[in-house]
């Protein structure tokens, strides 16, 4: 079963729900005590492997024990995101769903057209929905994908600000 | 010394500004509500209780400066100043009698903003704390799969039976030439060792005909004249001249013809 789940998880490019598991596994007799299996992957991994939650599901990542040699591997590294788009993300991972103006008024400057095109290039943000009110203005929130970048299982998991509960009036 | 009945903890960082530094820094803040905060945060104020009058003292004074070494600012930035002028006269005039309650303060709305900003920048900080993918941390990430193939079109039967046909009428091609272009300067090359090799078989000169390889086309043909040309040149195969009179080649060094 811990090799059942393994092919799994290797297969899928996004992390896997337990909801979407149990669809998966429930009605076969072979994989019943799958969600043992599970646990035991999640307390110990596989390998080089680890079983993290992230982003509502599970996913596997290289265990962080071999993240020195890894660096040696992988040679570029990400460009780093610069302060105005960490600014921006993070108005919208905050204070989501938040419409354009919205995220101006924080921040105190205009939102940059390029820096929302790269959050959503990166499958970061989306349109969550629209405001009703005048304009019809649209709502932008995090996607999965931005969790799983992060490594977060969930927004809550987001770490805390002070100073941000007295302000969610604004 | 007090300020606001709390001990001075050390003079205010005065306004002094490395002259390169200016420009950087004023490029560093995105906005003019990013300059007053970070006036305020050098001053070690509280943004609860903003001076207002040495705050734009200050923030005028970075304005000048900037103008002053031609720097472009942002129409934002002057909109800032009038702001930060208007408060302080707000602050001088009595309290308008409809706005009469405790909250009343006219740099309500601008601490609000400054610290939205502030809130804002502690949330992108810590953004930045968390592990992100390729840089602390390395997912199973299975191929990527190619778009869905294209629907096969659509081909009657009949259709394979006329192209069947009419491959059949094609007139029948010649077969291919035997050899394969390679590189020719390479196979030059590989024809001279091979024919030294080839006569170094037996100590005895080779007529031109037994070098050359039976049923060549034309262009290995004359590859290996080339070839023993080139040998003749460099002198590692010589010509020879029987009793009849008759060229032959024959690898130098081999004797054997007696008195030729």
């Known amino acids: ?170 | 010394m007090q300020v606001h009945g709390q001990p001075l903890e050390g003079l205010p960082d005065g306004l002094f500004i490395p002259p390169d530094a200016l420009e950087l820094l004023l490029e560093s803040f995105s906005g003019p509500l990013e300059l007053l905060l970070w006036l305020i945060r050098r001053n070690r104020m509280d943004i609860r209780d903003i001076p207002v009058a040495e705050v734009t003292r200050q923030y005028l004074h970075y304005l000048h400066e900037a103008r002053r070494r031609n720097l472009e600012l942002a129409a934002e930035y002057l909109l800032m100043a009038a702001w930060l002028a208007e408060i302080k006269a707000r602050m001088l005039l009595p309290v308008p009698p409809a706005a009469e309650d405790e909250d009343f303060d006219p740099r309500l709305e601008l601490a609000r903003r400054l610290e939205a900003l502030a809130t804002v920048q502690s949330q992108a900080e810590a953004l930045h704390t968390l592990p992100q993918a390729g840089r602390d941390f390395w997912t199973i990430y299975p191929a990527p799969h190619p778009d869905l193939p294209l629907a096969p079109p659509l081909v009657a039967l009949t259709d394979i039976v006329n192209a069947w046909q009419a491959l059949l009428l094609r007139p029948a091609r010649k077969p291919p030439p035997a050899h394969t272009l390679t590189n020719p300067r390479m196979g030059l090359r590989q024809r001279m060792v091979e024919l030294l090799l080839y006569c170094r078989r037996e100590p005895r000169p080779w007529f031109l005909n037994e070098l050359l390889p039976p049923m060549a086309d034309r262009l290995a043909l004359a590859v290996s004249l080339l070839a023993i040309l080139e040998l003749l040149r460099q002198e590692a195969l010589a010509l020879v001249e029987d009793e009849e009179g008759v060229w032959q080649v024959a690898v130098t060094g081999v004797d054997g013809l007696g008195g030729i």
């Open chain 1, 1 to 170: 079963m811990r090799e059942a789940l393994l092919a799994l998880f290797l297969s899928s490019a996004e992390p896997l729900s337990r909801e979407h598991l149990a669809a998966l596994l429930d009605d076969d007799p072979d994989c019943a005590g799958w969600e043992a299996a599970l646990e035991m992957l999640l307390a110990v991994g596989e390998g080089p492997l680890q079983l993290v939650s992230v982003a509502g599901g599970y996913r596997l990542q290289i265990h962080p024990r071999h993240n020195a040699l890894l660096v040696r591997l992988h040679v570029e590294a990400p460009r780093p995101l610069s302060k105005a788009t960490l600014e921006t993300l993070a108005v919208i991972a905050y204070q989501q769903p938040i419409t354009r103006p919205e995220i101006e008024h924080w921040r105190g400057v205009a939102v940059s057209a390029p820096i929302m095109q790269q959050l959503q290039e990166r499958g970061w943000i989306m349109v969550a929905g629209h405001r009703d009110t005048p304009g019809r203005p649209a709502l932008w929130a995090t996607t999965p994908g931005f969790l799983a970048h992060f490594s977060l299982p969930s927004l809550e998991a987001l770490p805390k600000v002070m100073g941000a509960e007295r302000l969610d009036g604004i």
